[in-house]
């Protein structure tokens, strides 16, 4: 079965290259190329792609926006940023806005095709030299999030609402008022970002705190 990609790049040299690539293959057709993503909605609706092809620096909006816009109009619709640039705000700012993967234009013809692939196929294509800063990012803010500054007595009662204790219970438990039981887990919240016994119990379980 041939897949629709469709491509947005400022740069008409690119369009034509990529549109004679796609158009090579024995799995691709190019359904659309287009300059910019002043029209995306209308562009995108009419040419029914399977895939987006998407540069990050356009003039007017840019690719990031662009995808968001995919994202919020075409939910299931694979996105694939194409660039020149590694910089992290770019990189994250893609992945938060929803695109799919994230490849250099000096990805060789055979891994960029590989990589239209994989995306169609729910997978996140990324060159190898992104996903080690993504790697890295997110090992990064792993480490960050694993001390709170949580007391032993905040671990405690953290422990305890992560059993389903009531205030009253865990006063009871750790012999101490209810008001100090309520001041605790406001100091609770207040380290771990979170506004509600939810919240909190939620992020404890998937941060192992207790």
């Not at 039981?181 to 119990?201: C, M």
């Amino acid at each position: 079965m041939t897949s629709r990609i469709i491509v947005f790049d400022d740069n008409q040299e690119r369009l034509n290259s990529v549109a004679m690539l796609l158009n090579l293959s024995a799995d691709f057709i190019c359904a659309g190329t287009f300059p910019n993503a002043g029209n995306l909605v209308a562009d995108i609706t009419a040419s029914k792609p399977d895939l987006v092809l998407m540069d990050i620096d356009m003039p007017g909006l840019d690719g990031i926006e662009a995808t968001r816009l995919v994202r919020k109009h075409f939910d299931a619709l694979p996105v694939l940023i194409q660039t020149n640039f590694e910089e992290d705000d770019r990189i994250f700012g893609s992945l938060r806005a929803g695109a799919n993967g994230y490849l250099l234009k000096k990805t060789s013809p055979e891994r960029f095709l590989e990589s239209l692939r994989e995306a169609l196929d729910g997978g996140a294509p990324m060159t190898g030299s992104i996903a080690a800063r993504v790697l890295r990012h997110f090992s990064a803010e792993s480490e960050a999030k694993k001390d709170y500054h949580l007391t032993e007595r905040e671990k405690q009662i953290l422990g305890f609402l992560v059993k389903g204790y009531s205030y009253k219970l865990i006063a009871a438990e750790c012999t101490i008022s209810y008001n100090t039981v309520n001041n605790h887990i406001r100091n609770i919240y207040d380290k771990l970002y979170v506004n509600s016994a939810t919240e909190a119990v939620s992020l404890a379980i998937k941060e192992r705190l207790v």
